[in-house]
C-alpha cells in the first residue's frame, strides 16, 4: 500500500485528533492494512508508524497515546515494551482489576467485607462457606496477593 493509499484509507476526527483506520478490522479491533512488500495484512497502526517515523524493532509495540484503537495518527503513536504498554493501561485505569473483570466471581465490596470479617475473627473456612469460593481465593484475597488495589 503506498502512502496515498493510506491516506485514502483514513478520516481526520475534529475533536480528538485522531485520525481514525476506515478499511478492515481484524478480530482484536485494531484496523488492518495489507503491505504490499511482504504480501501480508500489517496492523494499520504500525504501518502508519512505519510510514512517518521509520523501522519499528519487532519486540516493541506501537502504543496509542489516545487509546484509541481506529486512530493511525502518527502523533498519537509512541513506541514501548510490552511492559510499557501494561503500565499505560494501568496509569490510565483501562486495566481489569476488581470489580471491572467480567470474570470476577465478587464485588468489590465483599472484598473489603472479607478483609474485616477476617480481621474480626471469622475463619477462612466460614468465610469460603458465606462467600462461596475456594480455599485459595480467600487465601489470596487475605494475603492481598489479589484485589490489591483495596485496602
Known sequence: ???????????????TGCWIWCR????????????????TTKLAHRYSYEIHKGQIDKELYVCHTCDNKFC???????????????????????SMIGGRNNKA??????????????????T????R????????TIKDIIARKTWKHLQ
Open 1 to 15: 500500500m503506498t502512502k496515498e493509499e493510506f491516506f485514502s484509507n483514513t478520516m481526520p476526527e475534529p475533536n
Open 24 to 39: 478492515y478490522i481484524g478480530k482484536k479491533g485494531y484496523g488492518e492494512a495489507w503491505d504490499n512488500v511482504n504480501k
Open 72 to 94: 493511525v495518527n502518527p502523533d498519537h503513536l509512541f513506541l514501548g515494551t510490552h511492559q510499557d504498554n501494561m503500565d499505560d493501561m494501568v496509569v490510565k485505569k483501562r
Open 105 to 122: 466471581v465478587l464485588t468489590e465490596c465483599q472484598i473489603v467485607e472479607i478483609r474485616a470479617r477476617f480481621n474480626l475473627g471469622m
Open 124 to 127: 477462612r473456612r466460614q468465610l
Open 129 to 136: 462457606v458465606v462467600y462461596n469460593i475456594g480455599n485459595t
